[in-house]
């Protein structure tokens, strides 16, 4: 069973950065492409960023386009989302799951994801 340890996180006011980071212990992220998704209090859950398992193409929302930055780490297994300039409306709390590319840079809510326990972000105004 495919397993992801979240970390990172916490309170931010607006402008400000946060690093999430996403491990996979024991597990090829060359199988999976990752995605990170969030979901806001009373929100559906969105997604926001993906890395291709196939040839590292990055994707984004258009919400968070150019102000986050997805990136791996293969020797260490893990993926990051670097999360820039901040604004209270990225408050929500953030997964990382490993997918098929077509599911990973949006959500599917019949897919079967392999989530991470997810990871509050809250910006501040």
């Known amino acids: 069973e495919v397993q992801l340890v979240e970390s990172g996180g916490g309170l931010v006011q607006a402008g400000g950065s946060l690093r999430l980071a996403c491990a996979a212990p024991?597990?090829?992220?060359?199988?999976?492409?990752i995605g990170w998704f969030r979901q806001a209090p009373g929100k559906e859950r969105e997604g926001v960023s993906c890395i291709s398992s196939m040839d590292g193409r990055t994707y984004y929302a258009d919400s968070v386009k150019g102000r986050f930055t997805i990136s791996s780490d293969k020797a260490k297994n893990t993926i990051y989302l670097q999360m820039n300039s901040l604004k209270p409306e990225d408050t929500a709390v953030y997964y990382c799951?490993?997918?098929?590319?077509?599911?990973?840079?949006?959500?599917?809510?019949?897919?079967?994801?392999?989530w991470g326990q997810g990871a509050q972000v809250t910006v501040s105004s």
């Open positions: 024991g597990f090829t992220f060359d199988e999976h492409s």
């Open positions: 799951a490993a997918a098929h590319l077509w599911a990973c840079y949006k959500y599917y809510p019949d897919y079967e994801y392999y």
